[in-house]
């Protein structure tokens, strides 16, 4: 006992004093939490889960919770998709508006090159006959055309046209409409021969403008013969002469051959009206 009682007599006085303050200390900490508790009503609901959160080492500054979630949010492998909006346009399209008024006509361009030279186009048909001449020259006119090919009377009344041209003198008688135009008025001479068809009538009128002026006439019969008709007429300027078929009951007919003319049709002029 007298050797324990020497050996607690040896620790220095520091040391004791340091112990004692860190004993009033833990005491002091103590009542401080005590207090603080004092009155306060515990709390209701579910237990508050704790968070772990990293701890800062001795080079680092604290990282606050919600830093870090968004850090570890940013960091996901999934991207979040942008939506982007469309608008139709066609909606929002107004009406057609009025059209504006025209503009100044531009600047003419530069002239092209020149082209080929084309094709050479097809023969016209021939002209009417010119005018009349001087009236000191000396006045004619004489024309003899026929037909080759036969004509059957298909209507009441039907023009006889030609298509062989003997003499046409002056072109005073017209190919495409079948009529002599007098251009010297005068004393005519004119003359119509046709060649009758078997068995079918045969009836001609020598026309002058709208008037029938002779006729030529054959009854049906078994032999065909050949017809004529002659007249003069003292025509005007102006004046037309033709020939026409005419139909009745029976059929009407006149024969021609394209070897061979039947249908013939002549007039000249006498005497002019001026002499």
Not at 8 to 28: E, H, N, S, Y
Request: hydrophobic share 35%; proline share 6%; glycine share 10%.
């Amino acid at each position: 006992m007298a050797l324990i009682g020497i050996a607690v007599l040896i620790i220095p006085v520091p040391l004791l004093l340091q112990l004692a303050l860190l004993k009033m200390r833990v005491v002091l900490l103590l009542l401080l939490v005590s207090v603080g508790n004092v009155g306060a009503e515990p709390e209701k609901g579910p237990p508050r889960r704790l968070s772990c959160v990293r701890c800062c080492g001795p080079s680092e500054q604290p990282v606050s919770i919600l830093s870090s979630r968004h850090t570890r949010m940013s960091s996901s492998p999934y991207s979040v998709p942008k939506v982007q909006p469309t608008i139709d346009i066609t909606i929002l399209k107004g009406e057609k508006g009025e059209m504006g008024e025209k503009g100044f006509p531009g600047a003419a361009g530069k002239a092209g090159e020149r082209g080929l030279r084309g094709l050479n186009g097809r023969k016209g048909q021939k002209g009417q006959p010119g005018p009349q001449g001087h009236s000191c020259k000396q006045l004619f006119a004489a024309f003899s055309v026929g037909r080759r090919k036969p004509l059957h009377s298909s209507d009441y009344f039907q023009l006889v046209t030609f298509d062989t041209e003997f003499v046409n003198l002056y072109q005073h008688f017209n190919m495409f409409t079948g009529k002599f135009f007098c251009y010297v008025p005068g004393i005519y001479y004119f003359s119509l021969n046709v060649h009758t068809w078997n068995y079918k009538e045969t009836y001609v009128h020598v026309m002058r403008n709208e008037q029938e002026v002779a006729i030529l006439y054959a009854q049906p019969s078994e032999r065909s013969i050949m017809q004529s008709q002659s007249l003069m007429l003292d025509l005007q300027e102006g004046d037309e002469v033709w020939v026409r078929m005419f139909k009745r009951e029976r059929e009407n007919a006149i024969y021609s051959e394209e070897s061979d003319v039947y249908i013939i049709f002549n007039g000249h002029l006498i005497k002019p009206a001026g002499e």
